[in-house]
Nanobody
């Protein structure tokens, strides 16, 4: 059984930084992509960033230049470094791991940015 464990969320002031982690435990095969999504109250879940097995990255326009996604293949872990945080970044952040025959979601971690 595969489990994704997220950590690193919290409360920060505008302009501050946080680093989110998502570690996959259990047996997992053929990871194609790892990604981060977020969902604020009353809004749809939205894409934030993704990284492929080859290292190609993609970011939502709203976070380009501020967020950086990375991964450690040996540890089956994906990270999201968030700098210059804004109040509009406040949301529950979810990691996602995609393979050829499966999709796994993390439990979510709260990020709150105060003015």
């Amino acid at each position: 059984q595969v489990q994704l464990v997220e950590s690193g969320g919290g409360l920060v002031q505008a302009g501050g930084s946080l680093r989110l982690s998502c570690a996959a435990s259990g047996t997992i095969f053929s990871i194609n992509l790892m990604a981060w999504y977020r969902q604020a109250p009353g809004k749809q879940r939205e894409f934030v960033a993704a990284i492929t097995s080859s290292g190609t990255t993609n970011y939502a326009d709203s976070v380009k230049g501020r967020f950086t996604i990375s991964r450690d293949n040996a540890k089956n872990t994906v990270y999201l470094q968030m700098n210059s945080l804004k109040p509009e970044d406040t949301a529950v952040y979810y990691c996602k791991v995609v393979g050829t025959a499966y999709i796994y979601w993390g439990q979510g971690t709260q990020v709150t940015v105060s003015s």
